[in-house]
Nanobody
Framework: QVQLVESGGGLVQPGGSLRLSCVSS????????MGWYRQTPGRQREMVAT??????QYPTSVNRRFTISRDSAQNLMFLQMTNLKPEDTGIYYC?????????WGRGTQVTVSS
């Protein structure tokens, strides 16, 4: 199974920005499906951004505020988050789906509060 490790979470004020990173233990090609998901107390884990090749998807709640990208050569995936809101608070997980293997990272906490 691919090992994924997230980093970059923290405490930020509303309107602020954060950049999350996810590093994988092995090379994952661009055509693989990867994404960022978040978990908040009392709610199901929800998708916040996905990428496959050059195709990206976002839910309406984060559209135009979040940007997902990859640096496949460095086994990295990023989530640039801007204009953060308190409802963006949660644990953010990195996910990959490739060669029949689905992998999750352990998550990084993002807290948006004044």
């Amino acid at each position: 199974q691919v090992q994924l490790v997230e980093s970059g979470g923290g405490l930020v004020q509303p309107g602020g920005s954060l950049r999350l990173s996810c590093v994988s233990s092995e090379s994952i090609p661009d055509i693989a499906f990867m994404g960022w998901y978040r978990q908040t107390p009392g709610r199901q884990r929800e998708m916040v951004a996905t990428i496959r090749g050059r195709s990206t998807q976002y839910p309406t709640s984060v559209n135009r505020r979040f940007t997902i990208s990859r640096d496949s050569a460095q086994n990295l995936m990023f989530l640039q988050m801007t204009n953060l809101k308190p409802e963006d608070t949660g644990i953010y997980y990195c996910y990959s789906e490739w060669a029949g293997r689905n992998s999750w990272g352990r998550g990084t906490q993002v807290t948006v509060s004044s």
